[in-house]
């Protein structure tokens, strides 16, 4: 269970953070996650169903439901692993409301 009342909370690597949501999802738990969203978001789709990051300036906050993990996607910037992602816009978002969100974000 992720809970910023933990006083390890602030103190997680991102190493540690993936780990302890990996965890989680495996015991059926998703994850709600919240970021920044880019120009990139307008760029995901059906072909391209992973979220790229760049310098953009930041539009919006947006949250997204974390369902899963594979390790062998590859995120197309030289980095492999994703944590699959059910976006709250629906089906017209992506494939069919769901993508990609590269661990190393």
């Not at 999802?25 to 994850?31: A, M, W």
């Not at 930041?58 to 944590?83: M, R």
């Amino acid at each position: 269970n992720l809970d910023n009342n933990d006083p390890d909370f602030a103190a997680l690597t991102r190493f540690r953070l993936k780990e302890r949501i990996m965890k989680s999802l495996q015991k059926g738990r998703p994850i709600i996650y919240n970021f920044h969203l880019s120009n990139e978001y307008t760029r995901i789709n059906e072909d391209s169903p992973v979220l790229r990051f760049t310098q953009d300036i930041y539009e919006a906050g947006h949250a997204v439901l974390i369902i899963g993990y594979d390790l062998d996607v590859d995120t197309g910037n030289g980095e492999i692993g994703a944590f699959k992602v059910l976006d709250c816009r629906g089906k017209d978002i992506a494939d069919q409301g769901y993508w990609w969100l590269p661990f190393q974000r």
